[in-house]
């Protein structure tokens, strides 16, 4: 089977610093990866690499069978209706109401009938948990409730490929199993791919198929949520028992950093 | 997608095949829309489709409110998960009469 996100050997840099070492992942149709890793280690840059917002330094990436960095701007705009994206704080427009901001890529990439989307935005307002307030303006909206009105603006033209960064980070318990269950069922039922970057051990070991540990750019490990619980390495140990990284101290080189000093 | 619409005693049929997506759903809309303006009874026959989206939902739940308004008996046939599958995250399998074959259907009161 051709893998329908392909990473290969992608290496990014910002300014000199090289946040992503040769990453390499395979994800393929209906699978849901979640990507794990340590504030910093480089989950949402990957992401912001595999739709394409930004490009690689070295490597490629492909989506359904296409090299996302050989597209055009025009060509890209025309694959997004494939994607849905919810990012990590995903900000609705302020001058639009709630279920207008979820029907704007409706709008955008088709021709469907008026009562069709109002039809489809409640649909999706619905598996959110937030019937009725389609009228709203996002101001009038709590933290937790704007997240999953994000999440229905990616979802809302059933995309081939979603992606999700910490799609239920601040949700309360039930809310948040709830948003795992309907990741589920968007697989189940409509074939979707999956990325999901989040930090919640209990989201991710019940949701994803393989899991994609990364550390310092770097990928660690993929394996099933099995695999993963049990490697032996330090590090993923470390991020299962939320341990933070044992770093040695060299006391000449620390006074150094806080008086900003070279030795 | 394939669409048919079949006229039996008992009420018309409208079959769908293939995938019903963003694409040709306005063209089931129409259809559909179109045949519970003249018929008294509708089953809409979704066994042979492989993949529905969210906007072939909505336009079967537009439909199935217009019947309801003008007394239209709407019917769903099918046993395809993929169809059941949607429907149940949309949670309407449960506002839906869902039958697995048109024998089913037909012999059922509705
Ligand atoms: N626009 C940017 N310009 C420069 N450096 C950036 C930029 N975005 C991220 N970085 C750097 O890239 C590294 C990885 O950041 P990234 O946002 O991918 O981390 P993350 O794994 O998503 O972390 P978190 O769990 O905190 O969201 C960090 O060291 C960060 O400083
Ligand atoms: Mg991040």
Redesign the interface.
């Known amino acids: 089977m051709i893998p329908v996100i392909e990473v290969k050997d992608v290496v990014t840099h910002y300014g000199s610093r090289k946040i992503l070492n040769h990453v390499n992942v395979d994800i393929q149709p209906g699978e849901i990866m979640v990507v794990m890793g340590g504030s910093g280690s480089g989950k949402s840059t990957l992401l912001r690499h595999l739709i394409g917002l930004e490009r690689v330094s070295a490597g490629s990436i492909r989506l359904l069978d296409q090299d996302i960095g050989h597209m055009s701007h025009h060509e890209l705009t025309r694959f997004y209706r494939k994607l849905g994206v919810a990012f990590q704080g995903g900000a609705l427009f302020s001058s639009m109401t709630v279920g207008e901001n979820i029907m704007l890529p409706l709008r955008e990439h088709t021709n469907l009938d008026e009562k069709t989307m109002a039809i489809m935005v409640r649909m999706k307002l619905e598996v959110v948990n937030l019937a009725g307030f389609e009228h709203l303006m996002p101001s009038e909206l709590s933290g937790g409730m704007l997240k999953r009105a994000a999440f229905a603006r990616a979802v809302i033209m059933d995309p081939a490929l979603l992606f999700c960064d910490e799609p239920s980070a601040g949700l309360d318990p039930v809310v948040s199993s709830s948003l795992d269950e309907l990741i589920l069922q968007l697989r189940d039922a409509l074939n979707m791919t999956i990325v999901v970057v989040t930090h919640e051990l209990d989201s991710a070991f019940r949701i994803a198929d393989r899991i994609t540990v990364l550390d310092k750019g770097e990928v660690l490990t993929i394996g099933s949520v099995d695999q993963v619980r049990a490697s032996t390495h330090t590090r993923i140990q470390d991020l299962l028992n939320r341990r933070f990284e044992e770093t040695i101290l060299d006391p000449d080189e620390y006074l150094a950093r806080l008086t900003g000093e070279s030795i | 997608m394939e669409h048919s619409v079949h006229v039996q005693p008992n009420g018309h049929i409208v079959s769908f095949s293939g995938e019903i997506d963003?694409e040709n759903?306005?063209a089931a809309?129409t259809r559909l829309l179109e045949v519970v303006e003249y018929a008294t009874t509708v089953f809409v026959d979704l066994t042979a489709v492989t993949?529905m989206?969210?906007?072939g939902?909505?336009?079967l739940?537009?439909a199935y409110q217009r019947a309801k308004k003008t007394n239209v008996a709407f019917v769903l046939i099918s046993t395809s998960p993929?169809v059941l599958?949607?429907l149940?995250?949309?949670?309407l399998d449960k506002v839906f009469t869902i039958h697995e074959t048109l024998e089913h259907a037909q012999h059922a009161k509705h």
């Open positions: 963003l759903s306005p809309r993949y989206d969210s906007s939902i909505a336009s739940v537009e993929a599958r949607v149940q995250m949309a949670r």
